[in-house]
């Protein structure tokens, strides 16, 4: 333990005991998987577990739910894959605000039929980048219906000693960066990614960040979501965005309509960074570009309100908003 940081203890609805064979026995070797971990004060077995948490660090919580027909198919997908994408787009959740993994809680709805062999499919993708990522697995809960898949997981962070990043510190002058490409994720990036949380951290911990999301919604959504936030406007340059290998791919197929640079903007689920910085530090990020994957400048931060295209003699137009839309309860 760092030296003046106290300790706090978190309860939470841990793997439960159920009347039902199948869940009994699932339990039992989920427990056989899962090695010691000193941040859990309280391990599976119980009703709860508790979680040590460091005091002076924040508590960041983040919270998907994964349903087969919408989020993947359960008919064309492993259950190894899916299990791995379900607990990497909250591991990305955390990356967004620079928070450090720490633990989390997995409960499924199963179908039915084949539920036991289902189960343990989907723990053999997710143990893998849960330990990856150092996160522990707190608990959970399962069960069986008669419906489809639905998949929750709640991933809980800390914050660095610099605190969390929001979308909202965005200034006039920065400048706005990517990690990555973009577009075509449905071809397989959208099950296979790695959510970007060491580069975030490393981010956090050697630059000043203004603003910092990630992309599950869509370039341009999300994009749209700091300015909303920040109260401010950012304007891109066209030839700047990183367009990916499957994206140009996705528009032959579909005979260019959309355009690769469409795609680019509106298919989601890319779960690269967007970052927000001073122009400077911006500058020499992009000179060390200090991770595997690249980071590109693509446009910058101004007064007026709005997602810009930067045009050919620098005059402002209005960039259309596309990408996934949450739909509310009706």
Known sequence: MKAGYERVTITLVHLKGSRCLMEREFIQWIRTQLPPDPRLLLGAGDDAAVLDLAQQAGCVVTSDLLMDQVDFLVDECSPQRIGRKSLAVNLSDLAAMAARPHSVVVSLALPRRGAHALAV????????????????????DTNTWDGPLVISITAIGETTGSGPVARSGARPGDTVLVTGDFGGSILSKHLDFTPRVHEALCLHRDYQLHA???????????????????????????????????????????????????????????????????ADAAEQLVQQQPFAVPVTPIGHVVEDTGLWWCGEHGDLMPLEISGYEHRGVE
């Open 121 to 140: 499919g989907l723990y053999e993708g997710i143990l893998p980048l849960a330990r990856e990522f150092k996160a522990s697995i707190a608990g959970g």
């Open 212 to 278: 910092l999301t990630d992309v599950s919604d869509g370039l341009s959504v999300d994009l749209s979501h700091i300015v909303e936030e920040s109260g401010c406007g950012i304007v891109i340059n066209r030839d700047s965005i990183p367009i990916s290998e499957a994206a140009i791919q996705l528009a032959a197929q579909m005979g260019d309509a959309p355009s690769a640079l469409a795609h680019a903007l509106s298919d989601g689920e890319d779960f690269e960074l967007i970052i927000v910085m001073a």
